[in-house]
């Protein structure tokens, strides 16, 4: 696939991600604009439509496409989830997964199955005030799915199955009994006490 398809197949993507900070990615670009290319960006008012005129630029031509690919490459630390973009240019099998202590993902795969009922279901219980494990570093933000506070993700795939009955794919999340002494709800709110 040329690098001009590449970046067409995701532009949507690309946009909303660089948009997240467009004058960063607009300065990396500054050797590949013309001084106009460069203004036509830079006076654009929203973040989005900054990026979606940079991107319409880069479509000119499979150099320009192939060098804002590399600048891509190089600065997707800026970008996290331009890790995945090129993880899916590359042709990466499953997407990588992070979720905090009170969330689930789930990404299992069903084949050439015969039965006359199937179960998968997902119960999870919720802690209120055990809140999530924060950012991990390097971790939740560069995988494919990022399941936080208390959140489920179902990414299960059922192919070539054949099913009689009933197919159930229910998810359940419980509230768990009030707190007690020594829990992290305890320990939060003593935390919040001590930080005022």
Known sequence: MKTMDTLLSDVDKLCTWLSSDPDYILDQCGDILTRNEYKEVE?????????????????KGEEKAQSFFEILKQHQAHYPQLQQFFKASEGSSAP???ADDNSVITTREMTNIKAKSISMKIETVEHPGCGSSGDVVGQSHQAGFTSLRGSVICADKLSNCTIDGDIDLSVTVKQAPRPH???????????KKENH
């Open 43 to 59: 006076k654009q008012s929203g973040a989005l439509d900054k990026m979606e005129t940079l991107l319409k630029i880069m479509q």
């Open 96 to 98: 990588s997964q992070f």
């Open 181 to 191: 002494a020594g829990s992290c709800y305890e320990k939060d709110h003593w935390a």
